[in-house]
Structure formats: C-alpha cells, structure tokens
C-alpha cells in the first residue's frame, strides 16, 4: 500500500456510543441527532465522528406497525439508502468526517450484510462489510446475515486506516491478516448486550493495538430503541487503545469512557487524539519489544 505523502502528529476523532433512545421518533428527528453529535465534534476539534454497530436499531422507532422480525433488516436498509443523502450533506456542512455505524445493506443475492459506512469529507464514501457473525445474525427466525469476504485500507487525512465490526475484532486470524499491512487507525463499531460482550470487544481491541502497533478506536450503543424487538439491553462505552509503550503513557490507554447501559439516559461521548507520528515511529524501531509482522511460520505444533 502507498503511503501517505503527508504524516499529521496526531488526528483528532470523536466516539459517540449512540443511546438509542435518542434517535428519535422520525427520520427528521434522527438526522437532528447525528446533526447535534457533529456540530459537538467539530466544536471540539475533531474531524472524524464515529458511531456504533447497529445505529439502524434507531430506525425501528418508527417502523411500520405489525413488522416482523425477518422483515426489519429489509426495513432498515431502505430507511439506510433514504437517509444516506441527508448524512452526507451533514457532512459537508461541518466539515468532519462521519463512520455512521452500520447498517443492513442488500447483498445482491436477495439477503443482506451488515455494513459500516464512512462519509468522508473529501466526498469518498468507504464501506466495510463485516467479515465473522455472531449466533444472533445467522438465526433464519430474526436476523439472517451474509458475511463479508473483504478487509479495506483506505487513506485518509494523511492516515492508513481500516474499519471492523464488533466479532471482527476478535478473530486472530484476521489479525495476522492485517498484520501484513496494519494501519495507523483501526476504527471498530459495535453493539454487546452486556459487560461481558463489552468486554470481549474492548479487550480484543486494546490488545490488537498492541500486537499491529497501531491505534484502534472502538464504540458501541447503549440504551434500546423504542420498537426493538430483538436488542432490548445494549452496554458499551467509548475507548481509543494504542500500543503499550513507556512514550505513550505505559498502559495502551489514550482515553477510554467506562460502559453505561444507557437506561439513565447516559451517552458517552469521546474525543482523543490519535498519536499518528509516534506510533509511525515505534513501528519503525522505537517499541521496546514488538517483533513485527510475526508470523510463527517457523513454529511447528507437537503433541506429548
């Protein structure tokens, strides 16, 4: 991959682990949320706003009466396609860059993936399909997902950067994967039920910044959509991990907001600044200890 002509010392970003009880009765009133979230994240200097896997729950509050649930995912991504042009104006209004979570997305073979969607402010729009699902988005009874077959880099503000969701953070495999060609900035929405899924997430996630020597920012909803029908507990919170190293502080944590469940109305809201030229530096000689790619494809497995 090329890289990029020009390296910021650092890039702000902003993660908003979306309350779903916030989004509104209408497709009005949910633009009017993501509109309100920016304008936060551009007055406090960001360029980047990223929301949670699954925002699209938002959506079922205003769903036709007597859905079912193996019509919601259709449901969702058509309100998805309507409200796309609405974000991407948004964007260009203030200036800063959105991940507008993820959203079902038609596969072209009649079912649907789920997909994370980046409206970047140059006019780009980059998407990520997620790659491992969980029991909930194979169940023929609810949520039938497809899984994604894909892993993008793309550039942006002088950044490498990937996107995953959720489950994807926890495959070692496809760790190994972008070790190859890791990024200065792994962005990871998600959606968890509860703190042991929270935990599961965040703790893959600040140690896939450790072993890629890169920054991984990580967010998920909290709180439950009025009309949900399969998601009524979400607790998350927001973190941006980067390499355990004594230049960045010693313990991996360049801001983390611990996890809420939303019910009181709670909606953690983060900005970090991703420490882009240091991390460049540690990755090209500076860490104490951290091998590189390694690939253990010198190391055979026996049994006694």
Request: glycine share 10%.
């Amino acid at each position: 991959m090329t890289q990029p002509a020009s390296l910021p010392d650092t890039f702000r970003l902003a993660l908003c682990a979306f309350n779903l009880a916030n989004g509104g009765p209408s497709r009005g009133s949910f633009l009017a949320a993501i509109d309100a979230r920016l304008a936060r994240a551009r007055a406090e200097g960001a360029a980047l706003l990223v929301l949670p896997e699954y925002l699209s729950e938002a959506f079922l509050a205003w769903k036709p009466e007597g859905l079912e649930p193996t019509s919601e995912l259709a449901f969702m991504a058509s309100e998805a396609e309507v409200l796309l042009p609405d974000l991407r104006a948004l964007v260009a209004r203030h200036g800063v860059s959105l991940v507008a979570g993820s959203v079902p997305w038609p596969d072209g073979a009649g079912g649907h993936l789920n997909r994370a969607i980046a409206l970047l402010s140059d006019g780009r729009d980059i998407v990520h399909d997620k790659l491992a699902l969980t029991p909930f988005e194979l169940d023929r009874d609810s949520w039938l997902l497809t899984p994604g077959d894909r892993a993008v880099h793309f550039e942006f503000a002088g950044l490498s950067v990937m996107m995953l969701i959720c489950l994807d953070i926890e495959m070692p495999a496809l760790s190994c994967l972008i070790a190859r060609d890791a990024p200065d900035l792994l962005i990871v929405p998600s959606m968890t039920s509860s703190l042991a899924g929270y935990h599961r997430v965040f703790g893959c996630a600040r140690a896939r910044a450790i072993e890629l020597m890169c920054s991984v920012a990580v967010c998920g909803v909290v709180g439950a959509a009025p009309g949900t029908t399969q998601n009524d507990t979400n607790v998350s919170g927001a973190a941006l991990y980067v390499p355990c190293e004594p230049s960045l502080g010693y313990h991996g944590v360049a801001g983390e907001i611990a996890p809420v469940d939303g019910t009181k109305g709670e909606e953690p809201f983060l900005v970090a600044d991703v420490p882009v030229a240091a991390v460049r530096a540690l990755r090209a000689g500076g860490a104490e200890v951290w091998p590189g790619n390694w690939s253990a494809q010198h190391v055979t497995l026996v049994g006694e």
